[in-house]
T-cell receptor, first 111, second 112 residues
């Protein structure tokens, strides 16, 4: 089954404790992206990747890091999480036509 | 700053009616336009995309694009209660197809 998976699905952590949210796709897509979704603000793009070792900033990259060492994986790293990073995070992958397929989401709470 | 504006709703329509969802965008360099549906507690799923002026139809869904007016809409014919969801409009821009900007979504309620 073609899918985008994210782990963990739910995470509660404390300020400053480094965390990684994993994202994996099995559709051989070159394009992958991370978004955060906040009430009233919609989806905002954090980072995207056009291919292995090629990443670039989206609209709200501050406080986040990404890496793309393999085509199927695109982890999101929060080196020092803060409460304003409490949000619902979505990973997506897409074809050349940018038909993005979204993962199930990761709900992160930073206290 | 790229802005994509949608009326948050809720938009209520009776079953069988046509639902009309609207989206305006600020950047004249916007290239392609996407409509996603998001059920409560779920991830967005692509309904359709459009990049040329005019209408594009896919089943009960029709996307309409007017670049001169910076306006894209989604029509849902014969609305069903299962269409009740939040509809997200997204655009990417000519200068960088890889960057996407989403509206905050319009909540649609289809009443039986």
């Amino acid at each position: 089954e073609a899918q985008v998976t994210q782990n963990p699905r739910y995470l509660i952590t404390v300020t400053g404790k480094k965390l990684t949210v994993t994202c994996s796709q099995n559709m051989n897509h070159e394009y992958m992206s991370w978004y955060r979704q906040d009430p009233g603000l919609g989806l905002r793009q954090i980072y995207y990747s056009m291919n292995v070792e090629v990443t670039d900033k989206g609209d709200v990259p501050e406080g986040y890091k990404v890496s793309r060492k393999e085509k199927r994986n695109f982890p999101l790293i929060l080196e020092s999480p803060s409460p304003n990073q409490t949000s619902l995070y979505f990973c997506a992958s897409g074809s050349r036509l940018f038909e993005q397929y979204f993962g199930p989401g990761t709900r992160l709470t930073v206290t | 700053q790229k802005e994509v504006e949608q009326n948050s709703g809720p938009l209520s329509v009776p079953e069988g009616a046509i639902a009309s969802l609207n989206c305006t965008y600020s950047d004249r360099g916007s290239q392609s336009f996407f409509w996603y549906r998001q059920y409560s507690g779920k991830s967005p799923e692509l309904i359709m995309f459009i990049y040329s002026n005019g209408d594009k139809e896919d089943g009960r869904f029709t996307a309409q694009l007017n670049k001169a007016s910076q306006y894209v809409s989604l029509l849902i014919r014969d609305s069903q209660p299962s269409d009740s969801a939040t509809y997200l409009c997204a655009v990417n821009i000519r200068d960088n197809f890889n960057k996407f900007y989403f509206g905050s979504g319009t909540k649609l309620n289809v009443k039986p």
